[in-house]
């Protein structure tokens, strides 16, 4: 059995679940409203505050299925109600991030600016050398967070570039000089 797919889950206070036919679970709360359309293998019941989910047989396809599903519905409540957020570093001699309206513009020793639209439903902020991505949906914020790393991944050398604040750099030993 799936450790992770027979636990409950938890509905906290304000938070709305619906369960409509071919499992398209909608979930409301505080923050907002995210719905996605899961397995239709699976056997998705509310029952007092608490969701549930099912497998039908043992089949491999479906012992994958059952965990994720779980997963995926826990991340829309835990979305909905706190939230979810990444942050970015930027280290390097000159490289910059500034927020215009809703383009977030990162000077990255390119000839250009990197010029950035926020995606629909998150929201990207600059304080000092962090960029911070928070949204509701875990997969965009992940996503996106992604992206922005992705305009210049930190170098090996000198540590240069996007970093997430919890990554570590594994540094290497540049050139020696002739003696």
């Known amino acids: 059995m799936s450790r992770i797919g027979k636990m409950p889950i938890a509905v906290p206070a304000g938070v709305t679940v619906d369960i409509a036919e071919n499992n398209k679970v909608t979930v ?12 239709a293998e699976m056997k998705i019941t509310q029952e007092d505050g608490e969701i549930k ?3 039908p047989n043992d089949e491999k396809k479906n012992r994958s299925l059952h965990g ?3 997963t995926l519905i826990n991340n829309m409540v835990v979305g909905v109600t706190d939230g979810y957020k990444k942050t970015l570093e930027v280290n390097g001699v000159g490289y910059r991030a500034a927020k215009q309206g809703k383009k977030l513009v990162l000077n ?5 600016p990197v010029e950035m639209e926020d995606p629909e439903g998150l929201e990207t ?7 911070i991505v928070s949204g509701i949906d875990k997969e965009k ?10 305009t210049r ?10 970093k997430y604040d919890y990554e570590v750099i ?10």
């Open 28 to 39: 409301k709360g505080p923050k907002g409203e995210l719905s996605r359309v899961l397995p």
């Open 53 to 55: 989910v099912e497998r």
């Open 68 to 70: 994720l599903t779980r």
């Open 108 to 112: 990255l020793g390119y000839s250009h």
């Open 125 to 131: 902020t600059v304080e000092d050398n962090k960029i």
């Open 141 to 150: 914020v992940g996503q996106f967070a992604a992206e922005i790393r992705a």
């Open 153 to 162: 991944a930190p170098e090996p050398y000198k540590g240069k570039g996007i």
């Open 170 to 179: 594994r540094r290497k030993v540049g050139k020696t000089g002739k003696k």
